[in-house]
């Protein structure tokens, strides 16, 4: 729900909120002070302080009578559930905590700071800060401004820990350091700016600059550290200005004009609104007449009349799927329309009318479309040709992966999940074809879950170029990375010993894959196999991390998926997997944590025993590892073929992360925050220093 300032509410809403731009001096409130809503028999604009059983409001945080709309730049508890307007109040607690009431004293919010002579300040640039005294330093310890809503003010910084929510839209940093827009809904997730179409550096930003920070000045211009240059059409100070993520999904910076106390558009994002994902929901048009109106696709009505974002459903029912459903449906053909996204299905080399029977003979399937281009051809058959899921990620016959790896001879390695083989298709590219063996899903859930993975694309991912599907064969085709993979330069005796700096380069970059993985692709991606062997390297040493022969898209609610069988491998595997507990997330974070201290050892952590030949358990492992950090003494656990020559803080932090990852699931960090933490010491001088 987007925040919003309320006149005359019957109910107040159980989080504060205080709107731009007041002129007034900054204020300095004790512990004496207590915010509450407005009265429900006047109309105002916004919150008031009061002292302590004192009834006269005096005004706080208001907007100036002549700006109009307010905007909110700070709530608490968005989201949360109404309280009662007559008996809530925002308080300013004796412990130097800020909290927010329902009528009958329960607490809904808090800021969560205490401290002795703490005080509360709104100041000029609209930050509300909770600060020690001038005597201690005036230390901030809580401030709005780490607390955006869907607008930013001048100076508030957006960084890596922040982000501008509006419904199913937001405004964030991923993990490769670029600001960018994203539809997050409840069935699936696109990034619509920059133009996903194009590369980083296509899109004019770059991706080297890891600090992660933007911020919009006084003269109208708002910077990004990924190189995002973005200036306001009247550029200049003096003018008020605030920069808000927008319930259609535009990011954009408004002006404020004096005279008239409205806000105008000064700079937009996004240049044809209609690019953007959800703006009008499913089977929905968007269209300019000029300015932008939706509507329904022949034959459907709004599914909510109120509310553009559910889109249309169909006025016709298909019951069953049946030869006989042609004689009652006919297609109808939009005018000067294009879809959202990419192909589900590309059929080469045939008729329109093929085209119309294939769709009508699918269930899923309620619309195709039909381009000529050049002579037209004999028809093929599905299964004679291929299918196009993304880009060049295509479906394969099993015909044409046994000719491009000449029977499957040159083999590059085996595991559980399959044979690995090298082979060469259209136009010469080199490939790795991956065998899948004791493969449960059917053709179509297979192919649900290969149209995911296909759009998977990431620095530090090996990416899926196609698959095969054809009764028993199934079978994936990777990108080849010609370095061969971790394990062999780690474990390998006839390999030199990797330099600390690509052993760091290669744990940040894959847990940057991982979190990707986990937290920002289309859908949601449990690996199930982590281990050195899935982590290829390139010529540069950047590490690429493959297989998803195993993987399994993850439930967004976080509950977990349960698997029928186990995956994986052993050393590698979680405790979770063997007490047939529902797999998520933390699965992938336990191997990344054994992973990632055979990267600092260079042995094989997974394959170490007790005296008696047991393999070591993750609790005997994760507290010796805690020792080691309480003592800070690393040497002894580094890779001695580096002779001492390696980062220790680097070092230090890396023992932390595993230590934590083989904790008990709920107390394992997620990916991002392992990706955001290595990150945080990457900028660290690359020269190793020596210990001996």
């Given at each position: 729900?987007?925040?919003?300032?309320?006149?005359?509410?019957?109910?107040?809403?159980?989080?504060?909120?205080?709107?731009?731009?007041?002129?007034?001096?900054?204020?300095?409130?004790?512990?004496?002070?207590?915010?509450?809503?407005?009265?429900?028999?006047?109309?105002?604009?916004?919150?008031?302080?009061?002292?302590?059983?004192?009834?006269?409001?005096?005004?706080?945080?208001?907007?100036?009578?002549?700006?109009?709309?307010?905007?909110?730049?700070?709530?608490?508890?968005?989201?949360?559930?109404?309280?009662?307007?007559?008996?809530?109040?925002?308080?300013?607690?004796?412990?130097?905590?800020?909290?927010?009431?329902?009528?009958?004293?329960?607490?809904?919010?808090?800021?969560?700071?205490?401290?002795?002579?703490?005080?509360?300040?709104?100041?000029?640039?609209?930050?509300?800060?909770?600060?020690?005294?001038?005597?201690?330093?005036?230390?901030?310890?809580?401030?709005?401004?780490?607390?955006?809503?869907?607008?930013?003010?001048?100076?508030?910084?957006?960084?890596?820990?922040?982000?501008?929510?509006?419904?199913?839209?937001?405004?964030?940093?991923?993990?490769?350091?670029?600001?960018?827009?994203?539809?997050d809904g409840p069935d699936t997730s696109s990034i619509y700016w920059p133009n996903p179409d194009y590369s980083v550096f296509g899109n004019g930003r770059t991706n080297y600059n890891s600090s992660r920070v933007a911020v919009l000045d006084d003269a109208?211009?708002?910077?990004?550290?990924?190189?995002?240059?973005?200036?306001?059409?009247?550029?200049?100070?003096?003018?008020?200005?605030?920069?808000?993520?927008?319930?259609?999904?535009?990011?954009?910076?408004?002006?404020?004009?004096?005279?008239?106390?409205?806000?105008?558009?000064?700079?937009?994002?996004?240049?044809?609104?209609?690019?953007?994902?959800?703006?009008?929901?499913?089977?929905?048009?968007?269209?300019?007449?000029?300015?932008?109106?939706?509507?329904?696709?022949?034959?459907?009505?709004?599914?909510?009349?109120?509310?553009?974002?559910?889109?249309?459903?169909?006025?016709?029912?298909?019951?069953?799927?049946?030869?006989?459903?042609?004689?009652?449906?006919?297609?109808?053909?939009?005018?000067?329309?294009?879809?959202?996204?990419?192909?589900?299905?590309?059929?080469?080399?045939?008729?329109?009318?093929?085209?119309?029977?294939?769709?009508?003979?699918?269930?899923?399937?309620?619309?195709?479309?039909?381009?000529?281009?050049?002579?037209?051809?004999?028809?093929?058959?599905?299964?004679?040709?291929?299918?196009?899921?993304?880009?060049?990620?295509?479906?394969?016959?099993?015909?044409?992966?046994?000719?491009?790896?000449?029977?499957?001879?040159?083999?590059?390695?085996?595991?559980?999940?399959?044979?690995?083989?090298?082979?060469?298709?259209?136009?010469?590219?080199?490939?790795?074809?991956?065998?899948?063996?004791?493969?449960?899903?059917?053709?179509?859930?297979?192919?649900?879950?290969?149209?995911?993975?296909?759009?998977?694309?990431?620095?530090?991912?090996?990416?899926?170029?196609?698959?095969?599907?054809?009764?028993?064969?199934?079978?994936?085709?990777?990108?080849?990375?010609?370095?061969?993979?971790?394990?062999?330069?780690?474990?390998?005796?006839?390999?030199?010993?990797?330099?600390?700096?690509?052993?760091?380069?290669?744990?940040?970059?894959?847990?940057?894959?991982?979190?990707?993985?986990?937290?920002?692709?289309?859908?949601?991606?449990?690996?199930?196999?982590?281990?050195?062997?899935?982590?290829?390297?390139?010529?540069?040493?950047?590490?690429?991390?493959?297989?998803?022969?195993?993987?399994?898209?993850?439930?967004?609610?976080?509950?977990?998926?349960?698997?029928?069988?186990?995956?994986?491998?052993?050393?590698?595997?979680?405790?979770?997997?063997?007490?047939?507990?529902?797999?998520?997330?933390?699965?992938?974070?336990?191997?990344?944590?054994?992973?990632?201290?055979?990267?600092?050892?260079?042995?094989?952590?997974?394959?170490?025993?007790?005296?008696?030949?047991?393999?070591?358990?993750?609790?005997?492992?994760?507290?010796?590892?805690?020792?080691?950090v309480a003592s800070g003494d690393v040497v002894s656990l580094v890779d001695s073929r580096m002779q001492g020559q390696f980062n220790s803080r680097q070092a230090l932090e890396m023992l932390r992360i595993s230590s934590l990852c083989l904790e008990e699931?709920?107390?394992?960090?997620?990916?991002?925050?392992?990706?955001?933490?290595?990150?945080?010491?990457?900028?660290?001088?690359?020269?190793?220093?020596?210990?001996?």
């Amino acid at each position: 729900m987007p925040a919003k300032c309320l006149e005359n509410p019957p109910v107040w809403p159980s989080w504060l909120s205080f709107a731009l731009f007041r002129r007034a001096r900054r204020r300095r409130c004790q512990r004496s002070w207590a915010l509450a809503p407005p009265s429900p028999s006047k109309t105002t604009r916004g919150l008031s302080w009061r002292p302590a059983r004192t009834p006269s409001p005096s005004p706080f945080g208001t907007p100036t009578p002549r700006t109009r709309p307010a905007a909110a730049v700070w709530t608490a508890n968005p989201g949360g559930a109404p309280v009662n307007g007559r008996g809530s109040r925002i308080s300013f607690r004796r412990d130097g905590g800020l909290a927010l009431a329902d009528g009958n004293g329960t607490a809904v919010w808090e800021s969560r700071t205490s401290g002795e002579g703490l005080a509360i300040s709104l100041l000029e640039s609209g930050n509300l800060v909770i600060s020690e005294p001038f005597t201690g330093g005036g230390r901030a310890v809580w401030q709005s401004f780490d607390w955006p809503t869907d607008t930013l003010v001048p100076s508030q910084p957006l960084t890596k820990e922040t982000r501008l929510v509006a419904g199913y839209f937001n405004l964030h940093y991923d993990n490769d350091n670029v600001l960018r827009l994203l539809y997050d809904g409840p069935d699936t997730s696109s990034i619509y700016w920059p133009n996903p179409d194009y590369s980083v550096f296509g899109n004019g930003r770059t991706n080297y600059n890891s600090s992660r920070v933007a911020v919009l000045d006084d003269a109208g211009v708002f910077l990004s550290s990924d190189n995002l240059l973005a200036k306001s059409s009247d550029l200049g100070p003096g003018i008020k200005r605030r920069l808000t993520l927008d319930q259609d999904g535009n990011l954009r910076i408004y002006s404020l004009n004096e005279s008239t106390g409205g806000w105008a558009v000064s700079w937009a994002a996004v240049q044809q609104p209609c690019s953007t994902q959800g703006l009008c929901g499913q089977n929905a048009i968007c269209e300019y007449q000029p300015s932008l109106k939706c509507s329904c696709l022949p034959g459907y009505e709004m599914a909510n009349p109120r509310d553009w974002r559910h889109g249309c459903k169909p006025m016709f029912s298909i019951s069953s799927c049946i030869h006989a459903a042609t004689e009652r449906f006919k297609f109808v053909k939009p005018q000067h329309t294009n879809f959202y996204g990419y192909d589900l299905g590309y059929n080469s080399s045939v008729s329109f009318e093929y085209c119309k029977k294939l769709c009508m003979e699918m269930c899923p399937c309620t619309a195709f479309s039909y381009r000529l281009t050049g002579k037209q051809s004999t028809p093929g058959s599905l299964e004679a040709g291929y299918t196009t899921l993304r880009g060049q990620f295509r479906r394969f016959t099993y015909r044409e992966l046994k000719a491009a790896t000449g029977n499957f001879k040159e083999e590059l390695g085996r595991g559980g999940s399959g044979i690995v083989c090298r082979g060469v298709v259209d136009q010469g590219r080199v490939v790795t074809v991956k065998r899948l063996t004791n493969v449960e899903q059917g053709d179509e859930e297979f192919w649900a879950e290969m149209t995911v993975i296909g759009r998977i694309n990431h620095i530090n991912l090996v990416r899926t170029w196609g698959f095969c599907s054809e009764g028993k064969h199934k079978m994936l085709v990777y990108e080849y990375v010609e370095n061969e993979s971790l394990d062999r330069h780690l474990f390998g005796t006839d390999r030199r010993p990797l330099p600390w700096n690509e052993r760091y380069r290669i744990a940040l970059g894959t847990a940057r894959g991982l979190a990707y993985l986990h937290h920002e692709c289309l859908e949601w991606v449990i690996h199930c196999d982590v281990k050195p062997e899935n982590i290829p390297l390139t010529r540069e040493f950047e590490a690429k991390i493959a297989d998803f022969g195993l993987a399994k898209l993850s439930k967004r609610d976080g509950s977990g998926v349960q698997f029928s069988r186990m995956r994986g491998t052993l050393g590698y595997m979680a405790p979770e997997w063997a007490l047939n507990l529902p797999i998520n997330a933390k699965a992938d974070v336990f191997s990344y944590g054994i992973v990632l201290l055979e990267i600092l050892t260079g042995r094989r952590i997974s394959e170490q025993r007790t005296p008696d030949g047991e393999l070591l358990e993750a609790g005997q492992i994760a507290q010796a590892l805690r020792q080691v950090v309480a003592s800070g003494d690393v040497v002894s656990l580094v890779d001695s073929r580096m002779q001492g020559q390696f980062n220790s803080r680097q070092a230090l932090e890396m023992l932390r992360i595993s230590s934590l990852c083989l904790e008990e699931k709920r107390n394992r960090p997620t990916m991002d925050v392992i990706a955001k933490a290595l990150t945080g010491f990457d900028d660290e001088d690359e020269r190793p220093e020596y210990h001996s």
